[in-house]
Nanobody, 116 residues
Framework: QVHLADSGGGLVQAGDSLRLSCGAS????????MAWYRQAPGKQRELVTRITNGGRLDYADSVKDRFTISRDSVKNTMYLLMNSLKPEDTAVYYC??????????WGLGTQVTVSP
């Protein structure tokens, strides 16, 4: 069983930065892909950014040039660096992992709140 522990959320002001972390119980480079999703109140969960085991990166248009996904092979941890945060970035952020055979795993989520 794969366990994902996402953390690093908090209350910040518009324009500030935050770095989220997702610690995994397995080698994350063995996963087909790792991703960050978010869910704002009253809205569906949406993909924020995704990185494949081949290194392909995808970002939602709303976060391009502001957010950066990265991985640390030694710590088996994925990060999301969020710069120039906006109130519309307020959401619960979830770490996600996908196995090559299709199994998917989720973290419990970490709350990010951006005040105007």
């Amino acid at each position: 069983q794969v366990h994902l522990a996402d953390s690093g959320g908090g209350l910040v002001q518009a324009g500030d930065s935050l770095r989220l972390s997702c610690g995994a119980s397995v080698n994350i480079f063995g996963m087909k892909a790792m991703a960050w999703y978010r869910q704002a109140p009253g809205k569906q969960r949406e993909l924020v950014t995704r990185i494949t085991n081949g290194g392909r990166l995808d970002y939602a248009d709303s976060v391009k040039d502001r957010f950066t996904i990265s991985r640390d092979s030694v710590k088996n941890t994925m990060y999301l660096l969020m710069n120039s945060l906006k109130p519309e970035d307020t959401a619960v952020y979830y770490c996600h992992a996908e196995e090559t055979w299709g199994a998917q795993y989720w973290g419990l989520g970490t709350q990010v709140t951006v005040s105007p």
